[in-house]
């Protein structure tokens, strides 16, 4: 229950002095919501901490979350040890990485279910990395969303293998600033190949209206594996983002049936699109023909 001084029940620490009664409410406050619990030091609220840190107090008054009624202690916990000992070491939730990052997740999560609630089983939670990566709380002069810096040069820091795939010839226009990592992704979300966060392909639709379907004759690639499994979507030396160089190549990777008189052309390095145009679906044609 207590880690670092701090607790996520302040309340079950009286529980002996002040009874049943008391425990019901705490316990019924965890289970509705897991809103965090008052104690006696937040109904002092931020005036409790402003005698020892003034400059994070006087700032935070301004900040988005104190606009939204938020209080020191709904993130940093318990403070009644901290406060009492005049602020020594490890006696409350400081959000560093001596905690894991579900400890350090779990007061965020609290009231912010609905951006993270998939957080922990996707790639940034399963890499032990914290909201704090990338959310500065007290930083003053903000990007959008409270970000430790602008997204694009957030993302690109710690992915530097795909912001090199956005430099090559056939890419997506991310440095004009056409779309952006998170029109894609969802970082607090899992992501699998065609689902970044949101719907299947859904991402990409929004954008490729005529490929949105439904088709009355459906390309099982496009429809069960998502774009993905023929474009490199953020950036690639062939046309058309392709993943291979030619699209022969890319069709006879799954079609080795082709009728026979077909397997000539990939020696001419056949356009099969040239004929089979219709290759993302058709309403008319169940070849692709048109
Ligand atoms: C929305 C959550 C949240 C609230 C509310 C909040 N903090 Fe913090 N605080 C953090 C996080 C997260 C860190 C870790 C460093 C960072 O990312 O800014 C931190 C770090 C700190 C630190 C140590 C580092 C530093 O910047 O000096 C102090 C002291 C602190 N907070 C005091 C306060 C006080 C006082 C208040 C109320 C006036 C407050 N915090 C309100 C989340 C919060
Ligand atoms: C009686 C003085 C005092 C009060 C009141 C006080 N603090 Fe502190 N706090 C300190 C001292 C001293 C430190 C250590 C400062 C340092 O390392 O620079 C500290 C450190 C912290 C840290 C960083 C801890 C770490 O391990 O890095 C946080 C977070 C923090 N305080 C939050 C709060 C909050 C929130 C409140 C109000 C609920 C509060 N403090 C009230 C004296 C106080
Ligand atoms: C890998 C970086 C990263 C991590 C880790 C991360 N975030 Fe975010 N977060 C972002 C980015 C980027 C945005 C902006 C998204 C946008 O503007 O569409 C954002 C937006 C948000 C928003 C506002 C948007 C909304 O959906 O309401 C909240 C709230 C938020 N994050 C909370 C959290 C919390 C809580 C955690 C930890 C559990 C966390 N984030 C972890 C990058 C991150
Ligand atoms: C007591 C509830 C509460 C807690 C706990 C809390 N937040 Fe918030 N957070 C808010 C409110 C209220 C806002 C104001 C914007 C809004 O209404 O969504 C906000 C805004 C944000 C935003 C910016 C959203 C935007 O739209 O730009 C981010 C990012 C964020 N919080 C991250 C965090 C992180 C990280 C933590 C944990 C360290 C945390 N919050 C803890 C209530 C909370
Ligand atoms: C502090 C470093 C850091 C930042 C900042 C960061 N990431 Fe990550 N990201 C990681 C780590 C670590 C992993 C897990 C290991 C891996 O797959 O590379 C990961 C994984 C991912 C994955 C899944 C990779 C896979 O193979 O499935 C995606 C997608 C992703 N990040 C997108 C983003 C986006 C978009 C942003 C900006 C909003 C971002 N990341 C910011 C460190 C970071
Ligand atoms: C146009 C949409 C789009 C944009 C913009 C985009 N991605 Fe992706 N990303 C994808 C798709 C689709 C995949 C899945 C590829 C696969 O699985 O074959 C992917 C895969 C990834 C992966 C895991 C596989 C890999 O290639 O390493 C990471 C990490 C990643 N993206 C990070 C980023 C970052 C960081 C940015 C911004 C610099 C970004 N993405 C921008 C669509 C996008
Ligand atoms: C079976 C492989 C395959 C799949 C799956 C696939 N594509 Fe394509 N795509 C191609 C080929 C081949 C071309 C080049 C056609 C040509 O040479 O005329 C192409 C071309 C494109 C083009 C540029 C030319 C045009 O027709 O507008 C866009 C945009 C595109 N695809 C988007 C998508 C999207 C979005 C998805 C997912 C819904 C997707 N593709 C799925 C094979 C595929
Ligand atoms: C925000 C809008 C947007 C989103 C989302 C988007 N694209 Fe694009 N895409 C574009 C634009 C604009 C171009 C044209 C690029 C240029 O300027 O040359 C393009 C180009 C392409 C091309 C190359 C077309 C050609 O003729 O060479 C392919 C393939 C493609 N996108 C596939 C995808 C896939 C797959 C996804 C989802 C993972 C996706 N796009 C998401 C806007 C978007
Ligand atoms: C990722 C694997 C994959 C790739 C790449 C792919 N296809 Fe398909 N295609 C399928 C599957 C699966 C079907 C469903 C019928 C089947 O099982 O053969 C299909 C069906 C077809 C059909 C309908 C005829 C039939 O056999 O039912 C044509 C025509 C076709 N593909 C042409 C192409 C062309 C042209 C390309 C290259 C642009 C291509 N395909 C690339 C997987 C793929
Ligand atoms: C000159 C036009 C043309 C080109 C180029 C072409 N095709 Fe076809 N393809 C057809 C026609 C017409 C049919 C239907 C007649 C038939 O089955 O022989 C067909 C049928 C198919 C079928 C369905 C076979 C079956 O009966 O299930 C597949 C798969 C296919 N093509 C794949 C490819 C691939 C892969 C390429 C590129 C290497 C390609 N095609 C290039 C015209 C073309």
Redesign the pocket.
Known sequence: MKKNGRTTLPNLRYLGLLGIAVFVVGLTGFITGMTPVENEKTAAGIEACTECHEDVATAFKTSMHSVGKAVCTDCHGDAAKHIDTGGEKGTILAFNIKNSALQNAKQCLACHQDTCVQYMS???G??S?SCT??HGIHKTGHNRAL???P??K??????PD?MAQFNLNERHRLKEGIL???T????HKP?TRER?GGFKQQECLKCHTDKTGPFIFEHEASAVEGCSICHEVHGSPNRHLLKFQSVGELCFSCHAGAPAWHKGLVSFDANCAGCHSAVHGSNLDPLFLK
């Open positions: 996707g790639p940034h399963k890499a990395m990566d990338c970000l430790q810096a997204a694009g957030l993302c690109a820091g710690c992915h795909v952006e990592c998170i894609c992704h969802d970082p992501g970044l």
